[in-house]
């Protein structure tokens, strides 16, 4: 059978194409509770109307996309049994504990509290819906951790032993396996990635209603979302290069194949450089580095600009001398090109947001904000000046506010390329030297099964895309809402105003 076919390439198919997709969905779930949550804090403490409309207005796109996230989620779980019985069944004592905590945390914690944001408009005091939203920023926050706890295990197993009888890996130290240092800088990097994502999201949503908005009364909103949305870009972003340098370190020491992969550099160097980028076949050896930063792979793996780092010939054959006795499996190169490129998408489109962030914070600071006058109609609209240069204004202001809408899908991209990064630059490891990939799959599951599989979730996440795409795009043109008697009165008890009309809408449905 040729191997492309293989019911295991088919389920890591399967497996990648679905938790690619659940997570474009997770950063901006986590970072966007954590906004809402702040923009209704601005409306508790000051009372301006433009925190409360913001609030109402990314809370609508939080909820929209929350949604779908817990639709894609509910799949990934159902996979281990379909396509990874093997896995579940070596790992499932380990691997079940985190995974039981995030569903207590998200369908519990976090879902009894976003029912009352939702629902408590109009009938919670402000103070109490406001620490609703927060114990959901917290919610999210805590589920990604113990998801991210289960994944770090996979990258460098703590805390088990092997069952002789059983043969099954069973749970000794749950808080080693929440400890260790691979679950703080997993989480670390992806919680400040997500952040980096939330705020390209704003920025981009933020730049569109600026420059093309036809309602004045939205300015001030936009302002404060976009001022708002850089700065978290800018924090983020730096952050996200801090603790993906610290992961670095920590997968040179517990996965060095994956590092010199990362390089695709065949032999041990010393100092070990950086390309940029590579033209030819990184797969054999004979790619050519057309740019390259001396040193920096060293610093990756080091912290220092001059040790050696060693290649990917030399590590393959020390990994067969420790592992082809037991698992025989002689070769444990991932694949290079995909190790290579996705390692470099990862870090280009994430610092390339971070440098718009940087740029548009530059551009719209305070002494730079200018309001022009645009004749539109019968209505004069204010306009966003970037400087007090007109002309440079003019120059900047047309391809940086494109820029800013196409930036809010970069870090999406990001994140994807660096998940597809992590999980196959540990192959040919499921369990990283515990269990191979090609021992994980469930026996009993045909080529053809695992392909309609594939292929009725690919196409139910088509259809499931273009209704997100439709609800965002609908909310997005709608702008900020207008607020209401009740939005503007809120209740100073539990229970709310009293109602002429019980019948009346919910203060916060669609």
Known sequence: MDLALAPETLARWQFGITTVYHFLFVPLTISLASLVAGLQTAWVRTGKEKYLRATKFWGKLFLINIAMGVVTGILQEFQFGMNWSDYSRFVGDVFGAPLAFEALIAFFFESTFIGLWIFGWDRLPQKIHLACIWMVAAGTVLSAYFILAANS??????????????????????????????????????????????????????????????RPRDIAVMRSSLRLGLLTLVVAGLLTAVTGDRLGKIMYEQQPMKMASAEALWETEAPAPFSLFAVGDVDKGHNRVAIEVPGVLSFLAHDNFSDAVPGINPTNEAMKEKYDDEFGLGDYRPNIPLAYWSFRWMIGFGMTSL?????????????????????????????????????????????????????????LVANAWGWIFTETGRQPWVVYGVLPTSSAVSPGVSQGEVITSLTIYTLLYAALAVIEAKLMIKYVKAGPPELTESDLNPPTKIGGHDREDSDRPMAFSY
Do not use: C
């Not at 043969?167 to 808080?175: I, K, M, N, S």
């Not at 966003?384 to 204004?393: K, M």
């Not at 900047?396 to 870090?411: E, H, I, K, S, V």
């Open 153 to 214: 295990w996979m990258q460098h197993p703590v805390g088990y032993r092997i069952n002789e009888k059983s043969g099954r890996a069973e749970l000794t130290d749950f808080w080693h396996v929440l400890t260790q240092n691979t679950a703080l800088a997993q989480f670390a990097h992806t919680i400040t990635a997500a952040f980096l994502t939330g705020g390209a999201f704003v920025v981009g949503i933020a730049a569109y209603h600026l420059v093309r908005g036809r």
């Open 355 to 411: 440098g718009l962030g940087v740029l548009g914070l530059w551009l719209t600071r305070r002494r730079f904000w200018l309001a022009d006058r645009l004749r539109t109609g019968e209505d004069d609209v204010p306009r966003l000046a970037l400087t007090r240069d007109r002309e440079l204004g003019a120059r900047l202001g047309g391809w940086y506010w494109r820029l800013a809408l196409l930036t809010l899908l970069f870090p």
